[in-house]
């Protein structure tokens, strides 16, 4: 069989920022380091620390009675607040105090011998800000409400560190906006012409050109420039981020490992196969091992109107068994992802594309078995319409139309384009949190995406990729359980998540994503069940909800539960005539 690439014709800290101004002079009983100057922003709240073994330090009515005595000093209406954990004491300024008053403030406190030290209670916020790359503009991928996944706000809490990305592609073309982000990869494509490096497998990945003839690829095959695909999805995935040019990556603190398995008339799936088993750490027979194992993998590529081999199924399993997850793009054909492989195989992430208004591009393919979307851009809308360059994939290119010449860049349309961007996403999940699995990085991306804001004929799976609200509910804890339970005619089963390391009580938006499969999800009744045996319905049957499966998150007041235990899912076919299984399923506390 032989693949082509899928693409059309084109970690979180705070800082505390404080004014520059003069620094007044320590008070008696304090040192200069006792003394900080207030902050250019408005002040409303002041941190008392009193020293140890003074009645403030030990008593919240001396404490009161203290602000009390200052607010009558200082003509301000001072009271105290709340302790804090640390001991100290939080003191509000009563919400119009000008800065002078806080200097006021600050120096009574200074003043009193009982007091250690006096801060203001300064505003932090996030150090993630908007990249300074020259192309960051024309990314409305990542950062546009309508259509876009909502990188930045990810980027307050992870940027890929600690992660590599394969990229099994066509190689990579020299580019200074990804080059300080690659690592060793290999070129696994075993046909010298294929190939055009005249020496078949090797350990340079470099792209050579994907440029045909006409019928060069078959009888009636079109002639086409070298595409450059594999460089355009690295930057997405990582390129060099806030270093004054180019574009920015999803995950651009992140490895990008190239692997070359498509070349002069795409590739073959012994070789694809080959380059996904070395990519996630397996043994390769006559090739050296990889050094630097990828955590994920991305497939933009495919062959239609082809099942799932046994040679790709083997190898996608056996890498997501070491721990790497695999992403595949749905293929650009506009027909169900059935007839897609390696996109209609299992233990993947399926990413159909979408366009700039959130629907799904003209071209993705679609069906029940595609897991996520994200934007695969369209640079035109496929009936005759006008080119609009600006709303494709914007991203890292060459400008040889046959052999390599100078780097540039270029936006592209495609599935090809979707799959990066969850690609990234993947890698910003495992350096936030190193021990998710495959599965748990596939169900939080599912369970927090968000519904089309447009259209989508055929199905688009859990819909558009929502990068900020993944990483967020992967800083909590995510519990999952994917091994498959069948649900035959008219029988009850379940499906059980041991939950441990939490304290104190489930929240009260406790998260359930539930992935069922069933061809008739009418019959379906859905519970969870605490570990204290209290159930609550999430879904009840409808005899006339004839469509398939189940797949979404319901939000459960869980609060009076202790989250420790074991939780169930219990589903219950309450008819005859259609079955399914449980996929997998989730709590994220």
């Known amino acids: 069989m032989v693949a082509s690439a899928a693409v059309l014709g084109t970690a979180a800290t705070s800082t505390v920022a404080l004014a520059a101004s003069s620094t007044p002079a320590p008070k008696p009983g304090l040192s200069s380091q006792d003394v900080t100057t207030p902050p250019s922003a408005p002040v409303e709240k002041v941190i008392v620390t009193y020293k140890a073994k003074t009645a403030e330090a030990g008593s919240n009515d001396a404490a009161k009675s203290d602000a009390a005595a200052k607010g009558k000093e200082t003509g301000e209406k001072l009271a105290f607040e709340r302790r804090l954990a640390t001991g ?107 190939a055009r490096d005249e020496d078949g497998r090797d350990d340079d990945p470099t792209d050579e050109g994907d440029w045909v003839l006409a019928d060069a690829c078959g009888e009636g095959s079109k002639p086409a420039n070298s595409s450059w695909h594999g460089t355009h999805v690295a930057g997405t995935i990582g390129a060099v981020t806030h270093n004054t040019k180019g574009i920015a990556g999803v995950a651009y603190n992140a490895k990008i490992q190239p692997i070359r398995v498509l070349g002069k008339c795409g590739g073959s799936t012994s070789d694809i196969a080959d380059a996904i088993t070395w990519a996630s750490g397996g043994t390769v027979p006559g090739v050296p091992d990889n050094e630097t194992p990828a955590k994920v993998i991305n497939l933009s590529l495919g062959a239609p109107n082809t099942p799932c081999s046994t040679t790709y199924q083997t190898a996608i399993n056996a ?43 003209y071209y993705s393919n679609y069906g029940t078995t595609i897991d996520v979307s994200a934007p695969g851009g369209e640079t035109y809308n496929g009936a005759g319409g006008a080119a609009t360059p600006e709303n494709g ?51 939080a991306i599912k369970n927090n995406a968000r519904p089309l804001p447009g259209t989508c004929t055929g199905g688009c799976g859990a819909g558009i990729a929502d990068a900020a609200a993944t990483v967020k509910a992967v800083t909590g804890s995510v519990f999952t359980n994917a091994s498959d339970v069948k649900i035959l005619d008219n029988t009850t089963v379940s499906s059980s998540i041991a939950v441990t390391g939490r304290t104190g009580n489930a929240p009260a938006v406790l998260k359930v994503g539930v992935d069922i499969k069933h061809t ?70």
């Open 393 to 443: 994939i914007y991203s890292t290119l060459n400008s040889g139309t046959t052999v390599q010449s100078t780097e540039t860049y270029k936006p592209y349309q495609g599935t090809s384009m979707a799959a990066p961007h969850i690609a990234g996403l993947a890698a910003l999940l495992k350096s936030d949190k190193s021990t998710l699995t495959p599965a748990q990085i596939e169900t």
């Open 88 to 194: 100290a004491a939080l003191v509000d300024l009563g919400g119009s105090a000008t800065k002078q008053d806080v200097n006021e403030v600050m120096a009574a406190f200074r003043a009193d011998p009982s007091v250690a030290t006096v801060e203001p209670d300064a505003r932090a916020y996030p150090t993630a800000v908007t990249p300074n790359d020259t192309g960051y503009a024309k990314q409305w991928d990542l950062f546009e409400e309508t259509g876009g996944m909502n990188v930045p706000e990810a980027w307050d809490k992870t940027t890929g560190s600690g992660v590599t990305v394969a990229v099994i592609d066509t190689g990579y073309a020299a580019h200074s906006d990804l080059a300080s982000n690659i690592v060793s990869g290999y070129d696994f494509i075993s046909d010298s012409d294929t």
């Open 520 to 589: 008739y999800r009418g019959d379906l009744v859905i519970d969870l069940i605490a570990p204290d045996g209290t159930v609550r319905n999430l879904k009840t049957s409808s005899f006339s909800d004839g469509a398939d499966n189940v797949l979404t998150t319901y939000t459960v007041d869980a609060s009076n539960e202790v989250a420790n235990g074991t939780w169930k899912l219990r589903v219950r076919d309450v008819y005859t005539g259609d079955t399914g299984y449980i996929d997998s399923w989730s709590l994220t506390f």
């Open 319 to 361: 890498a997501v068994k070491r721990g790497t997850t695999v992403v595949v793009s749905a293929g650009n054909s506009n027909a169900d992802v059935s007839t897609h492989a390696p996109a209609n195989c299992t233990n993947i992430i399926s990413v159909a594309a979408t366009d700039r208004s959130g629907s799904r591009s």
